[in-house]
């Protein structure tokens, strides 16, 4: 025998069907792009109150405003002369350490400058400005000991940024002296307009 379907029934399996579909429509068309959209709105409100809160640390939240701001541009400053315009002065700042350390530069030959390329092969800059990289050889006279201070002096404390790449120790003269003749290999960075082409 075969079961007949009531109108009440086809009412029934209509009214779910639709409503079914209705669900989908909503699920696919509505609810889902606005859960991403949320997520990747959720997204940016962290990343934004990552940098607002990495900027308070770096201000200094716990002081007023107007001293956070003040240090802030200090530290910017002192960034900025980590990576001078001219050459001349790490030369300058070069010979007043090593001058302040009582050690004697006997040579100081910078390289040609080379401008630093990027990931892709582009000149890298930095505010519309071209980052170079300058070698400089060094021929020293000093002792042991001052040599180590004014290698710590140059990786901590040395106002420019620089990068020691080689150094050879040889006695001068006889082998009793403390006199030492040092050739040292440093790279700088130098932050230079970058040239109309």
């Known amino acids: 025998m075969i079961n ?10 209509i009214f779910t069907a639709v409503f079914l579909l209705a669900l989908t429509v909503f699920l696919v068309f509505i609810y889902m792009p ?7 709105l959720k997204q940016k409100y962290n990343a934004i109150q990552t940098e607002i ?25 002192a960034l900025g002369k980590k990576f001078p315009g001219k050459e001349e002065i790490v030369f300058k700042e070069l010979s007043s350490l090593a001058q302040g350390m ?48 004014f290698l710590r002096a140059l990786k901590e404390e040395f106002p420019i940024f620089v990068t020691i790449e080689n150094v050879n120790i040889a006695k001068a003269g006889d082998k009793d002296s403390p006199v030492l003749n040092v050739a040292l290999s440093i790279n700088t960075y130098l932050i230079s307009p970058k040239p109309v082409s």
Do not use: H, W
């Open 102 to 149: 009582d050690i004697e530069i006997t040579s100081m030959n910078p390289s040609k400058k080379v401008v630093v390329k990027g990931a892709e092969g582009q000149d890298l800059l930095i505010k519309d400005c071209v980052v170079e990289e300058i070698s400089i050889s060094m021929a020293l006279k000093t002792s042991y000991k001052k040599l180590g201070e």
């Open 34 to 40: 606005a859960d991403a959209r949320l997520k990747g």
């Open 4 to 13: 007949m379907i009531t109108k009440r029934q086809q009412k029934i399996i």
């Open 53 to 77: 809160d990495e900027f308070r640390r770096t201000i200094g939240a716990d002081k007023p405003l107007e001293q956070s701001i003040i240090a802030f541009r200090s530290r910017i400053e």
